[in-house]
């Protein structure tokens, strides 16, 4: 009957480097407004990586803290309360004086259930780049692996170790070939991860011309400065399906990619815009 969209359309006709490329151009943004909000932060993200880069720490579940799983903490800043949320847990590593030389169990434990749900959700780990593979011949081989590899010494922590250098970059809603070192419940799926990240023969994600000819109604409600979802392409995307009056088009720096959780009247707003009823 209808088609709603929360929060971003594919990026049909987008490859999975182009997809990383935006997405990691939208964190450098993302990381500017968390260091904005909390200046006092850079050189605590700082010290912590620097302890971590010297000696990486066991976590209580058997996985392990090493610079490049602690920078993975940037993905809580795609939600709402995300740079809050980042903030409040970081404070449970700063010393009442001084610099970090050690890192509490209860701070260990606040990552390591920050980020539980790559080890009791793997489907995430193993197929999250997958999902951008749109027919023969395209593999993701680690994508967002090769293309922060790419983007310069502001993206590879270890030039950042000292107070002159820029803030030391947190990641986004990436998934990377070493997860399965740092995540003890990941370690059995390392073999498939790899398979998977090789496999190039996926059937196609998207009929284009089925998509231009369809004539359901759409509404799409798309963040502004989401990181998860780059918004360009969604907009591209809302092209190919006819752009308005078919799709109508709702782009607001009011939510991040959480909006719908965190205000679920949008739905009724969408459904309503779907029937017409409302422009925006």
């Not at 922590?157 to 947190?170: A, F, G, V």
Request: aromatic share 10%; charged share 25%.
């Amino acid at each position: 009957e209808r088609a709603l969209f929360t929060f971003g359309l594919a990026p049909v006709g987008c490859s999975v480097e182009d997809v990383y490329r935006a997405t990691f151009k939208r964190m450098e943004y993302r990381n500017k407004r968390y260091y904005a909000r909390y200046p006092a932060d850079v050189a605590l993200v700082r010290q912590i990586v620097a302890l971590l880069h010297a000696r990486a720490a066991p976590l209580p579940r058997g996985g392990t803290l090493s610079p490049r799983r602690f920078l993975q903490l940037g993905l809580l800043l795609g939600s709402a309360s995300g740079l809050e949320a980042l903030h409040d847990l970081l404070e449970l590593a700063r010393p009442p004086a001084g610099e970090v030389t050690s890192l509490p169990s209860e701070f260990l434990l606040a990552v390591e259930n920050a980020q539980q749900h790559f080890e009791t959700n793997p489907l995430y780990y193993l197929l999250h780049e997958a999902i951008y593979c749109d027919g023969p011949g395209t593999a993701s081989r680690w994508a967002a692996e090769r293309v922060q590899a790419s983007l310069g010494d502001d993206w590879d922590y270890t030039r950042c170790l000292t107070s002159e250098s820029p803030p030391i970059q947190l990641t986004g809603e990436m998934v990377y070939s070493w997860m399965a070192e740092d995540y003890a419940w990941l370690r059995p799926l390392q073999q498939a991860a790899n398979l998977l990240a090789e496999k190039d023969d996926w059937a196609r994600l998207y009929d284009e011309e089925a998509l231009r000819l369809s004539t359901s109604p759409c509404a799409a409600l798309l963040a502004y400065d989401d990181i998860y979802v780059e918004r360009a392409f969604s907009e591209k995307t809302v092209d190919l399906l006819g752009g308005f009056p078919r799709v109508r088009t709702w782009v607001s720096n009011e939510f991040q990619h959480s909006g719908l959780r965190d205000q679920p009247s949008v739905f009724e707003k969408l459904l309503a815009m779907s029937k017409g009823e409302l422009e925006h």
